[in-house]
């Protein structure tokens, strides 16, 4: 119980089951101040509140002696205040509190910097129990912003398994555990389990399992606790994707037949061969459109494998077969890459391609739209603005997507509504390899092109794995090729628990290269400019105007730059193995060899051996499968970059989901079969609800 752990915490009523999606402030209120904190967190109803689910578990139930603390690690001791101290700030320097800490074993420092006002919660003669990550300062060891409590008055921050949360700004970690601790033990008891006992089998009903995975009283209760979640996330995306494929059975696309001779007209016209694998996918393209079932059909390769040479051919089969075709990219940039890449080949293939975004002048727009709707325009190729409700589609018998994943569930079906002869056939492009029993056990019947074999005369990234001592070196190494001409990425580290943290150590990093390398010019792109700010930044880069652009992993998406030769990645053991892949293949683009350098202080031997797969392979795949053998359970990082749908609870590199995840389509198809709108079943609806897909932030706009 959560009160076993913090009596002052106890709240004053239970809700009632309709209770939990309600606002936070009207059915609780004694919590109404925390509640615009909450909001920022997209937090607004109890329920909301539970499945706000930590990312990550420090473990400080164990309290150690401070003669033992160990260098660099998160830890808990109980302790005596000797002596407090407030140093003022100064300049940019902020405010630092220092406390001396010790026991009967040794003594320690803690240190917290910025105004905080922790010297009016601390007093010399206290006794404590401090929680946080330890390092050797000088002789002693120190604690850097330690949270703690007084001693005999436990909490839910320290002595125990304590959850780390995503934050937004204005609230504290401190403040949402609170909150969340709160709001559990009020609200859990009205939450009613939507399985029936059949169904849920040996998971934990829901309310244990969410009570333990947010205040677990042992790091080894939350695996158990995170499967039964797990599978219910699993279980509300295979009922969305059951009603699909049901309501898809229904629909009739167009009949594209294309005679072999055509395609092997429109094949013979591009300016080179195609590779085994692109043909291959041809093939089983022009099968697909072929029949009146429409197409659902994924074409993954590695970035610069020769997706968009394949896509052209599908636009200029569908085209000489009489229908309209689109293609749509998730920002403006890469659509004009896209159109700048296929126009060209479309137009050797005697087809007209049009480009269309929102950008655009509104008499632009209404000339293509008019286009569009009078069959002028064969292919359209731009953003989301092309399915947008004024665009009309008289025949549109193919919708190519790149990059699938980075558009809601909302913008495809959209897109397939657009149709007019019937559902569009769908392609959807993604240079995220998925491996194969992966996407069979969460799409089923999603048909699967390949592409592994490059086309001839790649060169091959040349990869190293370097700590932070070798900075300087590499700086000059970026120097001296922007001297050269070339250009380079720096890619600065992940930063889990907000999106503000991310931004203000980019800023920090542009600033400091800017500073450590006055003679080039260091541009800056993340996630919380606005996309037009972002998208001028990215097209100088590509124009050459900027020799060093420091990003966060917005400039994943496959911008285009051949001559980028440098990719340096910053604390790169933070990040998945298939999306250190994905950055490297933003560079080795053009003719130049180039480089990817891996930048990691990590010692530990599973840090260094999942970098070193990265290091010895450029093949996408097998990196992708080494990914799933080496991350190790209770991963809670997602797959947010896989290319799969965006799972908060559950990962599917973790065999014993991908075991969830197919016991869970079995429920849903056996459910759906009898109950397509789920008019009986209104607790699983409610769990589609709860796992709608939240919109990637910034990037898909
Ligand atoms: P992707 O879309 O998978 O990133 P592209 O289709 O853009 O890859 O191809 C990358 C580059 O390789 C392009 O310059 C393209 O013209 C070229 N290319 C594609 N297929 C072949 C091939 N079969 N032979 C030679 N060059 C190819
Ligand atoms: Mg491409």
Redesign the pocket.
């Known amino acids: 119980m959560v009160a076993r752990y913090d009596r002052a915490m106890q709240s004053r009523r239970a809700l009632a089951p309709t209770d939990l999606d309600h606002p936070i402030r009207s059915v609780l209120p004694e919590l109404a101040r925390g509640s615009a904190g909450l909001a920022r967190l997209g937090i607004t109803t109890p329920r909301e509140a539970l499945w706000y689910l930590p990312f990550r578990y420090d473990d400080f139930s164990e309290l150690r002696p401070l003669g033992d603390l160990r260098q660099d690690e998160k830890q808990s001791a109980r302790v005596r205040v000797d002596a407090v101290r407030v140093e003022p700030g100064f300049g940019r320097r902020p405010q630092r509190v220092i406390a001396q800490l010790s026991d009967d074993s040794g003594s320690a420092e803690a240190i917290w910097f910025g105004r905080r006002f922790v010297e009016r919660r601390l007093q010399q003669g206290d006794e404590l129990i401090v929680s946080g990550k330890v390092t050797q300062k000088g002789w002693r060891p120190q604690f850097t912003s330690p949270e703690f409590t007084p001693v005999g008055r436990e909490s839910v921050h320290t002595a125990r398994v304590v959850p780390v949360y995503h934050l937004a700004a204005g609230v504290t970690q401190k403040r949402l555990r609170e909150l969340l601790a709160r709001i559990l033990e009020a609200a859990l008891a009205a939450l009613e389990d939507p399985l029936t006992d059949a169904e849920r089998g040996t998971l934990l009903p829901l309310d244990e399992a969410l009570r333990t995975a947010h205040f677990p009283e042992t790091e080894a209760e939350t695996a158990p606790a995170l499967d039964r979640l797990a599978f219910d996330e699993l279980l509300a995306l295979q009922l969305t994707l059951a009603q699909a494929r049901r309501a898809r059975d229904e629909l009739i696309a167009p009949a594209i037949r294309v005679p072999p001779s055509d395609v092997a007209e429109i094949v013979g016209a ?6 085994g694998d ?1 043909g291959a996918a041809v093939a089983g393209i022009v099968e697909d459109l072929a029949s009146e079932r429409p197409m659902r059909r994924l074409l993954q ?12 051919v599908a636009l200029a089969c569908a085209v000489r077969a009489g229908w309209q075709a689109a293609l749509m990219a998730p920002t403006e940039i890469l659509a004009r890459q896209h159109y700048a ?1 296929l126009a060209p ?1 479309l137009d050797g293939l005697g087809v007209r391609a049009e480009f269309l975004s929102g950008s655009l002048t509104a008499a632009r727009k209404r000339a293509i739209r008019d286009a569009i709707a009078d069959g002028m325009a064969e292919v359209v190729i731009g953003t989301h603005a092309v399915i947008s409700e004024a665009v009309d589609f008289p025949r549109l018998g193919l919708a190519i997507v790149d990059e699938q994943h980075r558009f809601g569930v909302g913008q495809r079906a959209a897109l397939q509504a657009k149709g007019s002869g019937g559902e569009p056939h769908t392609l959807a ?1 993604t ?1 995220t390899p998925i491996p194969r029993t992966l996407a069979l056990s969460v799409y089923g019947d999603l048909a699967i092109s390949t ?1 592994r074999e ?5 060169k091959p990234i040349r990869t190293e794995i370097r700590d932070r001592r070798a900075l300087p070196k590499i700086e000059e190494f970026l120097a001296s090729e922007a001297a050269a001409g070339r250009q380079s990425f720096v890619v600065v580290p992940l930063v889990m628990e907000s999106d503000a943290l991310q931004v203000a150590s980019a800023e920090a990093e542009a600033e400091r290269l800017a500073a450590a390398l006055p003679a080039l010019r260091v541009g800056l792109v993340h996630g919380q400019q606005k996309a037009e700010a972002r998208d001028a930044t990215m097209t100088a880069f590509a124009a050459g105007e900027i020799d060093v652009l420091v990003a966060t992993t917005v400039i994943e998406v ?1 911008i ?1 730059v051949p001559n980028a030769s440098v990719m340096l990645i910053e604390d790169a053991e933070r990040f998945g193995l298939a999306q250190l892949h994905q950055l490297r ?1 933003r560079v080795g ?1 053009g003719t130049d060899r180039s480089f990817c350098i891996l930048l990691s202080d990590a010692t530990d031997e599973l840090a260094l051996a999942r970098l070193d797969v990265v290091r010895g392979s450029q093949d996408g795949f097998e990196i992708a499968e080494a990914d799933l053998r080496l991350r190790g359970a209770g991963n809670l990082l997602g797959t947010r970059q896989s290319g799969l749908p965006p799972l908060r609870v559950a990962s599917l590199f973790e065999p014993r989901h991908l075991r969830l995840a197919q016991r869970a389509r079995e429920l849903a198809d056996r459910v759906v079969r009898d109950d397509p709108a789920l008019a009986r079943r209104p607790e699983l609806a409610r769990l589609q609800a709860d796992f709608a897909p939240i919109e990637e932030e910034g990037d898909a706009a």
């Open positions: 591009l300016p080179f061969t195609l590779t692109q390769g590695d970035v610069g494998s020769g997706k968009t040479a394949v896509a052209a890449g080949l492009l240079a592409i490059l086309p001839p005369g790649r496959g285009d293949g683009r």
